[in-house]
């Protein structure tokens, strides 16, 4: 029997969102619901197993992983796409790669929050009726605020729309946006330092490449106003760090929230835990019962495929695809 196992599940609650029993007899599926980060505490977790579940890009695999790993046959991600697994690397050694499909609106959903979160201080209002106080804060409305969304792809996109039900002006920016795509969502194209310069909200839908790594740091975060918010729910090499902690300690922005980080999971000590006008989540963007349900069911169809010898879903390698 070939032996499953299923990474960082975080919340335990793998095994349940899927009929995993129809794979009795010729898979054995384990979750660990803790992340390994040491290598050589990640070979000895691994070494035994022949089919490996990775969700999203919290365990990578790189080359000098997968040559560790002589008894794996396939690996399953969760989403089409995952830049933290060295597919190629996987391809020469004969390992199969499949992903799944992933909904598409959950972060644009949660980047609302974190943003409604931040303007009307709602984590703020809690903590403090929970400590016996009464109004304790000021927040702002967003009618005639504007919003700046960096990225203008599927997530930009629902959130620029939602920005125009708040009766919010929309700017957009990224390196290859057009006037009239911005248009087609109610969005301005603008140039990036006069999106900073005049979102009263940022808001980042940008993917982690080499151009945009590190887009946002210390003069971006100086061009923008005192008063304005940076929420990033895309991921957190875009935004550098240690400049943003810094504008946030110093009030050169109002404050920010972040979902993802440089780092996952967060350092227990990060600096970033320490900032008072900062909001946290543990990356969630992704995280609903209804995106996982189908991650994990696609998983076991996935796997049924393989072991019928007609693997689907197959990530192909750069430039193969």
Do not use: C
């Amino acid at each position: 029997m070939l032996r499953a196992a299923i990474l960082d599940d975080y919340q335990s609650v793998a095994l349940g969102l899927a009929d995993w029993a129809s794979l009795r007899g010729e898979v054995e599926a384990i979750a660990f619901d803790d992340h390994v980060a040491d290598a050589d505490a990640l070979i000895r977790r691994l070494e035994d197993f022949e089919i490996i579940v990775a969700m999203r890009e919290r365990t990578p695999f790189p080359r000098a992983l997968i040559e560790r790993l002589p008894k794996l046959k396939l690996l399953v991600t969760s989403g089409m796409r995952n830049a933290a697994i060295d597919v190629a690397a996987a391809t020469e050694r004969g390992i199969v790669v499949s992903g799944t499909d992933m909904l598409g609106y959950p972060t644009a959903e949660l980047t609302w929050g974190l943003i409604l979160a931040l303007t009307r201080r709602i984590p703020m209002e809690i903590e403090a009726m929970r400590a016996g106080h009464w109004q304790v804060d000021l927040g702002i409305g967003l009618r005639g605020k504007t919003l700046g969304v960096l990225g203008l792809g599927k997530l930009g996109s629902q959130v620029a729309k939602v920005g125009k039900a708040f009766d919010m002006e929309v700017i957009a920016w990224s390196q290859n946006l057009s006037s009239e795509r911005a248009a087609a969502v109610g969005a301005r194209l603008v140039g990036k330092n006069e999106l900073l310069s005049n979102a009263d909200v940022v808001t980042v839908h940008l993917v982690l490449s080499d151009r945009t790594r590190g887009l946002i740091g210390a003069d971006e975060l100086a061009l923008m106003k005192p008063t304005a918010l940076l929420v990033n729910t895309s991921r957190g090499p875009i935004v550098g760090e240690m400049a943003l902690v810094e504008a946030l300690i110093s009030r050169r922005i109002a404050g920010a929230a972040l979902d993802v980080y440089d780092v996952e999971p967060l350092p227990r000590h990060h600096p970033l835990r320490e900032v008072d006008n900062l909001i946290l989540t543990p990356h969630i963007g992704y995280v609903t019962q209804e995106n996982y349900a189908q991650v994990f069911g696609q998983t076991i169809d996935n796997i049924r495929a393989y072991l019928k010898g007609q693997p689907i879903r197959m990530l192909a390698p750069p430039g193969k695809g």
